[in-house]
């Protein structure tokens, strides 16, 4: 008999560190199962995670999923969201393990669609709207300017602080070739690239439940998809800091700051002294430059990231990705009055961008109406996938800010907490 709605779900919520990794069990009648893996990838492994952490939690997802009906969702193309999809020469890497799980369909942004990047005037580009193709071209013009970041990082003359903040910003964004193509070839269908308001894909996986598309938009249907406000009364932060974010080259948590801004101090070769300050503010003009460029880079690719509310019987569950204010703003602004009710009934929220200060906006979390302060049946539920220490002060993930609210309206369960001898966390949910 065919399946007709779920009766249950469980999030199984893997400790990845500094990434995502979710995988949705949907159980039918007769305990049949179907599976949806969103992302699958890491910048930073948890403390004391042992070699091969990754293998351990492809291993657990194949059995898991099993010969069950299987997709997987890929949000954009960061590193800590698909590196996991990344094959071995050897054959036996995470990414070859996914793929021999034979996923039914990939999902992924319309930014995604191979050819949009390389024929920018092909006919599929136009129901993506005018601008499209600039668009994808900047985008894919990213992660070869993100490359040639890392390689001046660690090519070495800057301060070590701002070495290691351009490369580890740097390499998020680098092209993840392998993944990328892994993704494109695994499926057994044709990849799906959606944008709001698209069919997802995962209909005839996943029957008597709805999968609504809420983002990214296109460039047609939202012209502020291509900018990023460094400053937001919808950011979770105080306006002075905000304003220094983007400005300024503070030094790491546990880092002392130096002493005097003013010394002269010489790396690499022995330098005059009467040049060693020049030597010294321009490697430091050149750090700040860098990062600030990588910085936005990183922030409008975060910005692809698909937004998904899955509807199963009376229960609603959101995913976004990295989504920061301006792929939200189609959904929460203008006349999309049926994506602002979707979200004020939302039951689960897996909380965007690792908590960080600009990708769970103020009006967002304003329309959840079952957050309470109260604990019990009914309260909003919230997963959050992070790592402290990862980023710097200025840049605090997560959000000290937002962490307390998440903690005082919702129940939340994030893998910094975890146990290090915890691989994955589940959360059960009746429909």
């Not at 995670?49 to 099993?66: E, F, Y």
């Not at 990213?142 to 602080?161: C, D, F, M, W």
Request: charged share 25%; aromatic share 8%.
């Amino acid at each position: 008999m065919a399946a007709s709605a779920p009766n249950s779900l469980n999030i199984r919520t893997y400790q990845v560190g500094f990434g995502d990794c979710f995988l949705l069990s949907f159980t039918y009648d007769g305990s049949k199962k179907r599976h949806v893996l969103i992302d699958f990838g890491t910048k930073a492994l948890p403390p004391g995670a042992p070699k091969g952490h990754m293998l351990r939690i492809a291993n657990d997802i194949k059995a898991t999923v099993g010969d069950d009906p299987f997709a997987v969702v890929a949000t954009h193309r960061h590193q800590d969201h698909i590196s996991g999809f990344q094959r071995s020469s050897n054959g036996k890497g995470t990414g070859d393990v996914i793929r021999a799980m034979k996923p039914k369909v990939v999902v992924q942004p319309w930014t995604e669609e191979p050819g949009l990047a390389e024929t920018a005037n092909k006919p599929a580009l136009k129901r993506f709207g005018d601008g499209a193709d600039k668009r994808v071209a900047a985008l894919s013009d990213i992660h070869e300017i993100a490359a040639h970041v890392v390689e001046a990082a660690q090519r070495g003359g800057l301060p070590r602080e701002a070495r290691d903040r351009l490369t580890l910003i740097g390499e998020d964004n680098v092209k993840n070739l392998d993944a990328v193509k892994n993704l494109m070839t695994m499926g057994q269908e044709d990849p799906v690239y959606v944008f709001s308001g698209t069919k997802s894909g995962l209909d005839s996986l996943l029957p008597g439940v709805k999968v609504h598309v809420l983002g990214p938009p296109t460039v047609a249907q939202s012209d502020k998809i291509k900018s990023y406000a460094k400053t937001s009364d919808q950011y979770w932060n105080f306006q002075a800091r905000a304003m220094r974010a983007g400005s300024s080259l503070a030094t790491s948590k546990g880092k002392s700051k130096v002493l005097f801004p003013r010394h002269v101090a010489s790396a690499g070769p022995n330098y005059p002294v009467e040049a060693r300050w020049l030597i010294y503010h321009a490697r430091q003009a050149q750090a700040e430059q860098l990062l600030s460029i990588v910085t936005m880079l990183d922030k409008v690719m975060n910005n692809t990231s698909v937004i998904l509310v899955f509807e199963a019987g009376a229960k609603k569950f959101l995913f976004p990705g990295d989504a920061q204010l301006e792929n939200w703003l189609y959904a929460l602004d203008g006349t999309n009055d049926k994506y602002k009710a979707l979200l004020q009934s939302v039951d689960l929220y897996k909380v965007g961008h690792h908590g960080s200060w600009n990708a769970t906006p103020k009006k967002l979390w304003s329309l959840f109406k079952k957050k309470s302060a109260a604990s019990g049946q009914g309260r909003l539920k919230t997963l959050m996938s992070t790592l402290e220490g990862v980023f710097h002060e200025e840049h605090e993930v997560p959000r000290g800010k937002l962490v307390t609210e998440l903690k005082s309206q919702s129940d939340l369960l994030s893998t910094n907490k975890l146990p290090n001898s915890d691989l994955f966390r589940d959360t059960l949910v009746q429909l």
